[in-house]
């Protein structure tokens, strides 16, 4: 796969797997061909993605309170897992097919955006605006609080 080690913003479509390990970095326009690993390098600094679409799955492990975004984008299956402390996601007008938590994951559904199954684990803060949608929500454990 292709590996993004620096800040600043990637666009053109990417066939196989792509690894972010730095932070300050905005993906936009583009097509994931495979797996999208936004990883510990990230610390707890910032990601956005905008317009994308991943085809395999989303696996994010770094990112801090305020970090991780995505606007206008198609996921298939997206693995949130941060080890060391809490990461933020925000979906807006976002399609995700599956969604996972574990550990400490603060998520925000905004705008028009649609989860077909949700399965929450960990110390999970979940909101979901008006005009949002989670098809199936499932609470497997840890201290879910759900808005």
């Keep these: 796969g292709e ?12 066939d196989t797997n792509l690894v972010v390990n730095a932070m300050n970095v905005t993906l936009e326009n583009m097509v994931v061909g495979g797996n999208l690993y936004l990883t510990e390098g990230i610390g707890e600094g910032s990601v956005a993605l905008d317009n994308v679409t991943v085809k395999g799955k989303i696996f994010i492990s770094g990112g801090g309170s305020n970090s991780i975004t995505v606007q206008n ?19 807006e007008n976002t399609t995700a097919g599956e969604l996972k ?31 949002t949608s989670v098809d ?12």
């Design 3 to 14: 590996i993004v080690n620096s800040a600043g913003i990637v666009n053109g479509n990417v």
């Design 73 to 91: 984008s198609i996921l298939n299956n997206v693995s949130i897992n941060k080890k060391q402390s809490q990461v933020s996601v925000i979906l």
């Design 101 to 131: 938590t574990s550990n400490q994951v603060k998520l925000l559904l905004t705008g028009n955006t649609a989860v077909k199954k949700a399965e929450l684990n960990g110390k999970v803060d979940f909101s979901a605006e008006t005009g």
């Design 136 to 147: 199936n929500l499932n609470v497997t454990g840890g201290d879910v609080f759900i808005n």
